[in-house]
Structures are given as structure tokens and as C-alpha cells.
């Protein structure tokens, strides 16, 4: 399918909602956004890269930091990725979102529904 980003930070039964995204989404790879404890303790997928970033930092300094390791982790000819921002603050979104439109990257929201996995 593609790349898939996420968000696996706080709120209470996200994690699962993130875990069945992936398991079910059958995507190429997935890239998630979390702090240390999110890196220590998400028991990683297939094809899953986790990527700690201090959330406590400003703004600004969060979107760099998402985008200086999504700039190494994308690759070049990859111009829309499958995003889910079940998990995490609107920070954290307001980064991550802020990050893909600076690296020119399209985004298509993936959510879990009743149906399924599906673009919203």
C-alpha cells in the first residue's frame, strides 16, 4: 500500500486503535511518532520504525525534529503517505502536520472503523 504515520502518544485506548491500524492496514512500512516511553514499552510490529521526539519542546522545535527524521526515513520518490492521528495531542498534530506539508508530502487520513480499516 504505502507508508504509514502515526501518532502513538497519550490517550486512553489509542495504542490498540494504532496496533490495529498497522496490523490491518497492510502497509509497506510505518513510521511512529512517540516519546522514550512509547519507544521502550509499544511492542513493535512488522516493518514498524518508532521515532522518539522530546514532546516537551516548543512548537517549532517539535516540527523540526519530526521532519529532520522523517526526511531520513521517507523515501524520495514517495509523494502521499497514510496518516492516523487517533493518538497524541493536537501539539503533537500540529507538528507532525506542519512537518509532511514541509517535506511536500500529500497525506490520506487512515482511521479503524466499523467497517475496517479505512481513508476518511
Not at 514532546?55 to 496518516?83: C, F, H, P, W
Amino acid at each position: 500500500m504505502s507508508t504509514l504515520i502515526a501518532c502513538l502518544s497519550t490517550g486512553k485506548g489509542t495504542w490498540g486503535h494504532v496496533s490495529r491500524v498497522i496490523q490491518d492496514g497492510k502497509f509497506d512500512s510505518v513510521i511512529l511518532i512517540t516519546n522514550d516511553y512509547g519507544k521502550e514499552n509499544f511492542q513493535k510490529l512488522e516493518n514498524t520504525d518508532l521515532v522518539a521526539i522530546k514532546l516537551e519542546q516548543g512548537m517549532k522545535e517539535l516540527r523540526d525534529e519530526i521532519y529532520k527524521n522523517l526526511k531520513e526515513k521517507i523515501k524520495s520518490d514517495e509523494t502521499e503517505v497514510a496518516l492516523n492521528l487517533a493518538s497524541g495531542t493536537g501539539k503533537e498534530h500540529m507538528a507532525l502536520l506542519s512537518a509532511l506539508l514541509k517535506l511536500g508530502i500529500g497525506i490520506r487520513l487512515m482511521a479503524l472503523t466499523k467497517e475496517g480499516i479505512e481513508e476518511i
